[in-house]
């Protein structure tokens, strides 16, 4: 058996990679959308349909990962590697996008606009919201990273 790379499919690093990837997700879902109108802004709408997607792809994947680091046998096919290191890049990309442009405007709302657009409290969640989505974007493109360093030894 070949060594295993920290991180890529199938390992205990993998798993909370995943589980932290969802749960700043799911933080940055639960500050953009409990009590704030965020449907107004198309960045923030962005950013809710793309953790959206994180979530479940993130969860589903954790499951798979807890249940090779139970059973022992890491699953190393090749269409199944190649298919996660896909998925995670775009994810990747389209989160890092998500939160970017949820920073941005979130930034322009408190130093441009000041209290117009948003009080204290509702700009500092956005704010938030931006953060948590950046933390998940961090973690997701290790996942990514390790999920495609270990794809050529499976050639």
Do not use: H
Request: hydrophobic share 55%.
């Amino acid at each position: 058996m070949e060594d295993e790379i920290p991180g890529s499919i199938g390992t205990s690093a993998s798993l909370a990679l995943r589980l932290g990837q969802a749960v700043f997700s799911v933080a940055s879902l639960l500050f953009m959308c409990v009590g704030v109108e965020f449907y107004a802004y198309t960045s923030f709408c962005f950013l809710v349909t793309i953790k959206g997607l994180t979530i479940p792809w993130s969860l589903t994947l954790a499951m798979v990962d807890a249940f090779s680091v139970f059973v022992k046998r890491p699953s190393r096919q090749v269409q199944i590697i190649f298919i996660i290191v896909i998925g995670d890049w775009v994810l990747s990309f389209l989160s890092l996008a998500a939160a970017c442009s949820t920073a941005s405007v979130a930034d322009f709302m408190i130093t441009e606009a000041g209290s117009f657009f948003c009080g204290n409290k509702l700009c500092s969640r956005y704010q938030l919201s931006a953060a948590m989505a950046f933390l998940s974007w961090c973690l997701s493109l290790g996942s990514a990273l390790f999920n495609l360093w270990i794809l050529p030894s499976l050639y």
